[in-house]
Antibody, heavy 121, light 109 residues
Framework: QVQLEETGPGLVKPSQTLSLTCTVS??????????WSWIRQPAGKGLEWIGR???????DYHPSLKSRVTISVDTSRNQFSLKLSSVTAADTAVYYC?????????????WGQGTLVTVSS | QSALTQPRSVSGSPGQSVTISCTGT?????????VSWYQQHPGKAPKLMVY???KRPSGVPDRFSGSKSGNTASLTISGLQAEDESDYYC?????????FGGGTKLTVL
């Protein structure tokens, strides 16, 4: 079955850019049936959807993060990536990648195990 | 774009039923039948329990059921079991983006 795994630096300095990659195994990221999302969770708090990318490269972002977020896809490596610029301590969170399905439906499954990113000098 | 509203906590005894509410607006929960629910145990990734308001993925017990009325969706867990103790999050499609609720901690007494 499809599995997702997040990788990237666990520590980022304030004002810098957070960069994470999600590697998809057990299925092709190029399938037009799915889209690929990033979701984050600050410690002890709720989930926040960040954005998604379709196999075509089309993207949608959360309105409150839109100015700082870029999601891209590398179909040759079966990976998609997140870049979040000008980070502050408020961006400290566990970051998850997850799969969604295109069509008249809406859900996220499966999810990666998550990776903790701390913003600190 | 505000998060969906969920009660911070609910509780119930084994065998009882509990309902968790998720309140949004006419632009998200009320506009689409695209509400999903996730169970998250401590230190683990969320798990899909219900999608499109009422549908259950394969493998999810039928003790978990979803519904919606107006701008409020609900997750009902019947026949509570100890392993149901967890955090639960709702999520709604909102047009070009998705919104999550703040989460509800379910305690099985």
């Amino acid at each position: 079955q499809v599995q997702l795994e997040e990788t990237g630096p666990g520590l980022v300095k304030p004002s810098q850019t957070l960069s994470l990659t999600c590697t998809v195994s057990g299925g092709s990221i190029s399938s037009g049936s799915y889209y690929w999302s990033w979701i984050r969770q600050p410690a002890g708090k709720g989930l926040e959807w960040i954005g998604r990318i379709y196999a075509s490269g089309g993207t949608d972002y959360h309105p409150s993060l839109k100015s700082r977020v870029t999601i891209s896809v590398d179909t040759s490596r079966n990976q998609f990536s997140l870049k979040l610029s000008s980070v502050t301590a408020a961006d400290t969170a566990v970051y998850y990648c997850a799969r969604g399905i295109v069509g008249p439906t809406h859900w996220f499954d499966p999810w990666g195990q998550g990776t903790l990113v701390t913003v600190s000098s | 774009q505000s998060a969906l509203t969920q009660p911070r906590s609910v509780s119930g005894s084994p065998g009882q039923s509990v309902t968790i509410s998720c309140t949004g607006t006419s632009s998200d929960v009320g506009a689409y039948n695209y509400v999903s629910w996730y169970q998250q145990h401590p230190g683990k990734a969320p798990k899909l329990m219900v999608y499109d308001v009422t549908k259950r993925p394969s493998g999810v017990p039928d003790r978990f059921s979803g519904s919606k009325s107006g701008n409020t969706a609900s997750l009902t867990i019947s026949g509570l079991q100890a392993e149901d103790e967890s955090d639960y999050y709702c999520c709604s499609y909102a047009g070009s983006y998705s919104l999550f609720g703040g989460g509800t901690k379910l305690t099985v007494l």
